[in-house]
């Protein structure tokens, strides 16, 4: 019974874990877009594990092409030959724009983010990498320190080389919409905490755990010239922007026109099997090559021909224009929800990334926090799951398996409306 797996899990399982709802939620069975209970009941899934079930819960190609695979080699490491791994490379390569050609299959986003860190600081000889306030790149060692928000920093000695730069954020941000002014901060950290000279800058083009926050228009071109002129590469964390989500751009990057030297991704890379990658070019992965580089999981046969039938389902299931024809109706039908209900102040993203931004007062933004837990339990009653994030908890996220309809969308406006009038 639930009150079972609960009793379990306070006994057995880290005390740090969390639990989305104030009367837990349990799942037994996933298909497409849709969660059930150990009851049968239905739910419909607006956050996909996390940003994670890309294409669909148990999507049948990705399901019977890891089985087939787990059935004939699961597992031998890269010290021998195996087709699935360099097929599957060569595939995601083919999805990158200019020279990023070198792909390394890790496990998770935090690995991925580690070693694209390790890659800027071995590549350029810098030590210094600058993040932004308000970021997420996972919870490693390293990574842990890129955070820049308090509610996922332990007190351990984290961050060494990081320094935070001001957050780009057109909704609270001083400077607005004007990614340039925002842009002059890394400047004046690059001046002002470091030797001169840095190793790389890192961010996602729209924040996931930060709250769908997009960064201001123009902001990475000009960070990206700053950060190169000190030195620096750039590195691009695709873990949720990645594949298609933002419908406007296959790659978050694009979506600002700029050119990385590093992309990490994950969660949705491989619709739940544990599966991540850092693509490069030949001459940052070059850097690595005095000493062996190894990673035991990463890209196993069964992740690689999981990760390949994603690939090919995002294709065939044209996936990246669902999400541009589902996301702005999406959005749409937030925006007309925004002049219904005072207490959203801000509906943001793109395709299915979208953020609805929950404040008691529209002039001085203070975050409705409350309200928003108490909404997002009574969506979860009437059968919708919700994701929630930002700096103060106060932000709705939407980021559904990407097979989610319009009629997916209509359904949640209508009981986030229902919800909303409730409070
Ligand atoms: N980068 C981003 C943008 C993320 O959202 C996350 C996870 N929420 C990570 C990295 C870390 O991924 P993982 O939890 O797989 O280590």
Redo the contacts with the bound molecule.
């Keep these: 019974s639930k009150e079972e797996v609960l009793a379990l899990r306070k006994k057995y399982l880290s005390p740090s874990l969390f639990l989305h709802f104030k009367r837990p939620v349990m799942i037994v069975e996933g298909k497409q877009q849709y969660l059930f209970d150990e009851r049968g009941r239905r739910f419909l899934d607006a956050f996909a594990g996390?940003?994670t079930v890309s294409v669909g819960h148990c999507h049948p190609e990705v399901v019977a092409a890891t089985n087939a695979q787990a059935g004939l080699l699961q597992h031998t490491t890269t010290i021998y030959l195996n087709h699935q791994i360099a097929e599957y490379a060569k595939e995601l390569a083919d999805r990158m724009p200019g020279d990023l050609k070198v792909v390394y299959f890790v496990n998770?986003?935090?690995?991925?983010?580690d070693m694209a860190l390790m890659l800027a600081r071995a590549y350029t000889g810098n030590y210094d990498i600058i993040a932004l306030r308000n970021a997420?790149?996972?919870?490693?060692g390293d990574?842990m320190g890129l955070c820049g928000q308090h509610t996922w920093k332990q007190p351990v000695p984290q961050g060494f080389g990081v320094r935070h730069a001001l957050n780009p954020d057109p909704y609270r941000g001083p400077f607005g919409n004007d990614g340039k002014r925002y842009a002059e901060d890394v400047a004046d950290v690059i001046r002002g905490a470091t030797s001169g000279r840095v190793a790389g800058f890192i961010a996602?083009t729209i924040q996931?755990?930060g709250g769908a926050t997009p960064l201001a228009d123009g902001y990475l071109p000009e960070v990206y010239r700053t950060v190169r002129e000190a030195g620096g590469i750039c590195i691009a964390?695709e873990?949720?922007t990645g594949f298609g989500r933002t419908g406007d751009a296959y790659w978050g990057f694009q979506l600002q026109g700029v050119q990385p030297d590093i992309v990490?991704m994950?969660?949705g890379i491989g619709n739940g099997l544990p599966l991540?990658a850092v693509v490069t070019t030949p001459a940052v992965a070059e850097a690595l090559t005095k000493r062996i580089h190894f990673n035991t999981f990463g890209g196993n046969p069964m992740c690689s021909a999981g990760g390949r039938a994603v690939l090919r389902v995002i294709d065939r299931e044209r996936i990246q224009q669902r999400c541009a024809d589902v996301g702005s109706h999406l959005l749409g039908r937030l925006r007309a929800l925004q002049s219904k209900h005072s207490i959203i102040g801000d509906v943001r993203g793109k395709g299915l990334m979208v953020g609805v931004e929950l404040v008691k007062d529209r002039g001085t933004k203070e975050p409705a926090t409350a309200e928003l837990n108490e909404a997002f339990e009574s969506m979860k009653d009437a059968g919708v799951l919700m994701g929630k994030g930002g700096l103060h908890g106060n932000v709705f996220r939407v980021k559904p398996p990407m097979c989610f309809s319009r009629e997916d969308a209509d359904f949640l406006v209508d009981v986030m409306d229902h919800a909303l009038t409730k409070l």
């Design positions: 996390i940003v998770s986003g935090s690995e991925a983010n997420y790149h996972g919870l490693s990574t996602e996931g755990v964390d873990v949720q990490t994950a969660k991540a």
